[in-house]
């Protein structure tokens, strides 16, 4: 199953999705389907494949709560679903999701004196 299935930016008709993928299992593709919360008897709104790890799904409608479900599929079939649930936001608005590393190296001299660099990426 994916794992760390999140939005990274959401609007009102737009949304991107990001997952880790299944390392070191190969993945063909993924196929993400969605639909309204609360409309689980109908079929999904919309389905999308893609062979990476992120995806901008658009032509959403604004303040609607939508579920999202991933499966990743290889030579040995389809995985588990993973879900997710996001709910769009009024028309001209827009959350952005950022993650940061910390990056830190330390270099040693060979006469034994240290350096050290910080970063932020």
């Known amino acids: ?3 760390n299935f999140r939005n990274s930016s ?11 993928s299944h390392s070191p299992v190969i993945v063909n ?11 689980c008897t109908e079929p999904p709104s919309g389905t999308a494949s893609t062979s990476m790890t992120t995806i901008m799904i658009s032509s959403l409608e604004e303040n ?5 479900t991933l499966t990743a599929t290889n030579n040995g079939g389809t995985s588990s679903p ?17 993650s940061y ?9 060979s006469k034994g004196s240290a350096t050290v660099n910080i970063g932020v990426l």
């Open 82 to 98: 993973a879900t997710h649930t996001i709910t769009t936001l009024s028309a001209g608005k827009i959350l952005t999701v950022h």
């Open 101 to 109: 590393y910390l990056v830190i190296f330390v270099f040693i001299s």
């Open 64 to 68: 609607i709560e939508y579920e999202f």
């Open 29 to 39: 593709f993924y196929t993400i389907s969605y639909r309204r919360v609360g409309s």
């Open 10 to 20: 959401v609007s009102s008709t737009k949304v991107v999705l990001t997952w880790a």
């Open 1 to 3: 199953m994916p794992r």
